[in-house]
C-alpha cells in the first residue's frame, strides 16, 4: 500500500487534471488511487467531481453520496447539488431520503430538496409553488419543505437592507399577482439591535419597534410596484437558550437580550403590518419552550428550526392564505 504523502501527492495531480478540465484524465488518475485506498474519502469526492462533468451523473451521485453519509463536508458540493437537479425527482428523492438527518449541515441542499419536492409535486399533478417566500436563511429551513413554497434566497440580508433596499419582486423572480411571505430579521436581533440600542442610549425594543415601521413601509413600497396581491410577514425565530457562540452565526448580547428583542420586534411587526394590510405568520407554538427560547429538539442545532419538522408552518400557511390549489 502506498504511504499518504504518495497518495496526497497523486490527489493534487488529479485536482490539477481537474483544474485543467481534463477530465478523463483526472478520473482514470483517481480510479487508480482508489484501487488502492478505496475507504480514501476526497479522493472519492474528487472522483464524483470528474464524473459530474463527464456527464455520468448517476456515477457522481454515487460517490458524493458515499462521501456525505461519511462526511457532512460533502453536502457543501456545488456538483452533487447540480446533478441532483437534473435527475428525475423522484430518483432525486431516493439518494436523498438517507441523508436527510445530515442535510441540515449545507442549507444549499436543504434549497435544492424543496426544488426537487416541488418538481415531484408537479409531476404528480398535486398543488405546489403558489406561495413565494423571500428572505435569509430561514427563508430555506422553515419553507423548503414544503411544497407550495417557493423559496428566493437572498443569502445573509438583514431587514434593516430592506428598509433602505426595498426588494424588487421583478429582479428576483416573483411575477405580478404573487402571494409572499417575506423572512428577515433574525440576523438583526442576533447581531445588531442589542448593539445599536447600547451605542444610541435606547432600548432594543424601541429599535425594534422603529425597524418594523420602516420595514412595513419598505414592504408597501414592493407589494405597489410589484403588484402582488397579499403579503406577509414570517415571524421572527427566537435563540435557543444554551446557543453556543458560533463563528458561522455570531451573536451579540445575553440569550434573554437576544430572545426579547425577537419578542419585541415580532410585536411590532405585527401591530404595524396589521395597521397597513400585511399579514403576520405565526410559525407555530411547538416550536417555543414555555419560557419563549426556541426548543433545543425543534432546530438544526445552531439558530434554524429543523427543516424536515415544518408542519405547523404548513397549517399556518393554510390558515393565513387557504389551502394550497393545483397549478393550471
Not at 495531480?13 to 487508480?32: G, H, I, N, V, W
Not at 429599535?207 to 397579499?230: I, K, M, N, P, Y
Not at 428583542?261 to 410559525?283: P, T
Amino acid at each position: 500500500m502506498a504511504d499518504q504523502a504518495n497518495l496526497d501527492a497523486r490527489l493534487a495531480r488529479a485536482r490539477q487534471l481537474l483544474t485543467d478540465a481534463r477530465f478523463e484524465a483526472a478520473a482514470e488518475a483517481l480510479d487508480s488511487l482508489l484501487a488502492e485506498r478505496p475507504d480514501f474519502l476526497q479522493a472519492r469526492y474528487e472522483w464524483g467531481v470528474a464524473h459530474y462533468h463527464l456527464g455520468r451523473l448517476d456515477a457522481a451521485i454515487e460517490a458524493f453520496a458515499a462521501v456525505a453519509a461519511i462526511n457532512s463536508a460533502g453536502l457543501q458540493s456545488d456538483e452533487f447539488y447540480h446533478a441532483l437537479q437534473a435527475l428525475p425527482a423522484h430518483q432525486a428523492l431516493a439518494v436523498l431520503h438517507p441523508l436527510l438527518p445530515k442535510l441540515s449541515a449545507s442549507l444549499k441542499l436543504i434549497e435544492g430538496y424543496g426544488r426537487i419536492l416541488r418538481r415531484a409535486a408537479a409531476a404528480a399533478n398535486l398543488p405546489h409553488s403558489d406561495i413565494e417566500v423571500i428572505g435569509d436563511s430561514h427563508a430555506v429551513s422553515n419553507f423548503s419543505s414544503i411544497s407550495r413554497c417557493r423559496v428566493h434566497w437572498l443569502g445573509p440580508r438583514t431587514m434593516y437592507r430592506i428598509t433602505r433596499e426595498p426588494l424588487d419582486l421583478a429582479a428576483i423572480g416573483v411575477a405580478p399577482g404573487a402571494r409572499i411571505v417575506t423572512v428577515f430579521g433574525e440576523i438583526d436581533c442576533r447581531c445588531h439591535l442589542i448593539s445599536k440600542a447600547r451605542e444610541m442610549g435606547t432600548t432594543a425594543a424601541a429599535l425594534a419597534q422603529s425597524l418594523a415601521d420602516a420595514f412595513v413601509r419598505s414592504l408597501q413600497q414592493t407589494a405597489e410596484q410589484g403588484r402582488a396581491t397579499q403579503m406577509a410577514i414570517a415571524a421572527i425565530v427566537p435563540p435557543q437558550r444554551a446557543f453556543t457562540n458560533d463563528p458561522a452565526y455570531p451573536t451579540f448580547g445575553s440569550s434573554a437580550e437576544r430572545r426579547d428583542a425577537a419578542m419585541s420586534l415580532n410585536r411590532a411587526l405585527a401591530d404595524a403590518g396589521r395597521r397597513a394590510g400585511i399579514g403576520f405568520l405565526e410559525l407555530g407554538a411547538a416550536y417555543y419552550g414555555a419560557d419563549g427560547y426556541l426548543d433545543p429538539t425543534q432546530s438544526d442545532g445552531h439558530v434554524h428550526i429543523d427543516f424536515r419538522l415544518t408542519a405547523p408552518i404548513a397549517e399556518s400557511l393554510d390558515a393565513m392564505f387557504g389551502p394550497a390549489a393545483r397549478r393550471r
